[in-house]
C-alpha cells in the first residue's frame, strides 16, 4: 500500500497513535501535517522522525471554534493540498458521576465534547469541502471500543466517540457522491504513553485478559489498519467502522 503523492493531515501526531499514523503515511509516500495543541517538543520530534520531504508542523486547539479551519487551511498551504484527513486528536478526562463535584462534571463534557467530536466535526467540514472540489478524498476519525461498551469513569469520552461513528456514517452519506470516503477506527486499549500507568498498574493483567490474544493493540497495528482506509480501502467501505480491539469487545 503505497501513498506516492498524498498529502495527509493527522491532527493529535505528537505521540501515541498519531505520531505512528503520520510515520507510517509518510513511510509510504504521503507528505503530512503533524497537528499538536501544546506538546511542541514531541511534535518536533515526531515531525523531525518522518521519512520523505515536504512535511508541515501545524499548532492548534481544537477545543475553541475557528481553530479548525484555520488548521486546514494552513496543511492544505504548506502540502499543496489536502487528499486524507485522520481525525486522531482527542482528551480524556476522568469524571465519574458519584465522585465529580457538578462544576468539574460540566468542565470535563464541554472539553471533552469540544476537542473530540466538535473539532473532528470542523477538520471534517472544511477538509470535505475542499476535498469535494478537487476530485475526492479520505476522511478517517479514530473512534474507540468505549463508544460501544461505555466509559463509567469518562462518559463524555464514551459519548464523544459515539458521535463520531455517528458523524462518520452521516457524512459517509453524504459525501459519497463528490468522491469523499469516510471512515472511523474503534481501537480498544492501545500501548501508548498515555495508556502505559494502567498498562503497569495493578490492572494491567485485568486489561491485557480482556483480549484473547493476552495483550493490547500496538499503536503501529492501529496506523496499520488507517493506511489501508487512506490508500487502498474500495469506495463500498465508505462509512464503515472498523473494530481493532483484539476481540475483547465483539458487538453484533
Given at each position: 500500500?503505497?501513498?506516492?503523492?498524498?498529502?495527509?493531515?493527522?491532527?493529535?501526531?505528537?505521540?501515541?497513535?498519531?505520531?505512528?499514523?503520520?510515520?507510517?503515511?509518510?513511510?509510504?509516500?504521503?507528505?503530512?501535517?503533524?497537528?499538536?495543541?501544546?506538546?511542541?517538543?514531541?511534535?518536533?520530534?515526531?515531525?523531525?522522525?518522518?521519512?520523505?520531504?515536504?512535511?508541515?508542523?501545524?499548532?492548534?486547539?481544537?477545543?475553541?471554534?475557528?481553530?479548525?479551519?484555520?488548521?486546514?487551511?494552513?496543511?492544505?498551504?504548506?502540502?499543496?493540498?489536502?487528499?486524507?484527513?485522520?481525525?486522531?486528536?482527542?482528551?480524556?478526562?476522568?469524571?465519574?458521576?458519584?465522585?465529580?463535584?457538578?462544576?468539574?462534571?460540566?468542565?470535563?463534557?464541554?472539553?471533552?465534547?469540544?476537542?473530540?467530536?466538535?473539532?473532528?466535526?470542523?477538520?471534517?467540514?472544511?477538509?470535505?469541502?475542499?476535498?469535494?472540489?478537487?476530485?475526492?478524498?479520505?476522511?478517517?476519525?479514530?473512534?474507540?471500543?468505549?463508544?460501544?461498551?461505555?466509559?463509567?469513569?469518562?462518559?463524555?469520552?464514551?459519548?464523544?466517540?459515539?458521535?463520531?461513528?455517528?458523524?462518520?456514517?452521516?457524512?459517509?452519506?453524504?459525501?459519497?457522491?463528490?468522491?469523499?470516503?469516510?471512515?472511523?477506527?474503534?481501537?480498544?486499549?492501545?500501548?501508548?504513553?498515555?495508556?502505559?500507568?494502567?498498562?503497569?498498574?495493578?490492572?494491567?493483567?485485568?486489561?491485557?485478559?480482556?483480549s484473547p490474544l493476552g495483550r493490547v493493540a500496538t499503536a503501529e497495528e492501529i496506523a496499520e489498519v488507517v493506511l489501508f482506509l487512506a490508500s487502498s480501502a474500495p469506495a463500498a467501505m465508505t462509512g464503515a467502522i472498523v473494530d481493532v480491539n483484539g476481540a475483547s469487545y465483539l458487538r453484533t
Amino acid at each position: 500500500m503505497t501513498l506516492d503523492g498524498a498529502t495527509a493531515l493527522v491532527t493529535g501526531s505528537s505521540r501515541g497513535i498519531g505520531r505512528a499514523i503520520a510515520m507510517l503515511l509518510a513511510e509510504r509516500g504521503a507528505r503530512v501535517a503533524v497537528h499538536y495543541n501544546s506538546d511542541a517538543r514531541a511534535a518536533e520530534h515526531t515531525h523531525a522522525s518522518l521519512q520523505g520531504d515536504g512535511h508541515t508542523l501545524v499548532q492548534a486547539d481544537l477545543g475553541r471554534a475557528g481553530e479548525a479551519r484555520r488548521l486546514v487551511e494552513r496543511s492544505i498551504e504548506a502540502l499543496g493540498g489536502l487528499s486524507v484527513a485522520i481525525n486522531n486528536a482527542g482528551v480524556y478526562l476522568l469524571h465519574p458521576v458519584e465522585a465529580t463535584p457538578a462544576d468539574q462534571w460540566v468542565e470535563a463534557w464541554d472539553r471533552t465534547l469540544a476537542v473530540n467530536l466538535l473539532g473532528a466535526a470542523h477538520v471534517s467540514y472544511w477538509a470535505a469541502r475542499k476535498m469535494a472540489g478537487r476530485g475526492g478524498g479520505r476522511i478517517i476519525n479514530i473512534s474507540s471500543r468505549g463508544a460501544f461498551r461505555g466509559e463509567p469513569d469518562a462518559p463524555a469520552y464514551g459519548a464523544s466517540k459515539a458521535g463520531i461513528n455517528a458523524m462518520s456514517q452521516s457524512l459517509a452519506k453524504a459525501l459519497a457522491g463528490k468522491e469523499v470516503l469516510v471512515f472511523a477506527v474503534a481501537p480498544g486499549w492501545v500501548e501508548t504513553d498515555m495508556a502505559l500507568p494502567h498498562l503497569q498498574g495493578k490492572d494491567g493483567d485485568a486489561i491485557r485478559r480482556q483480549s484473547p490474544l493476552g495483550r493490547v493493540a500496538t499503536a503501529e497495528e492501529i496506523a496499520e489498519v488507517v493506511l489501508f482506509l487512506a490508500s487502498s480501502a474500495p469506495a463500498a467501505m465508505t462509512g464503515a467502522i472498523v473494530d481493532v480491539n483484539g476481540a475483547s469487545y465483539l458487538r453484533t
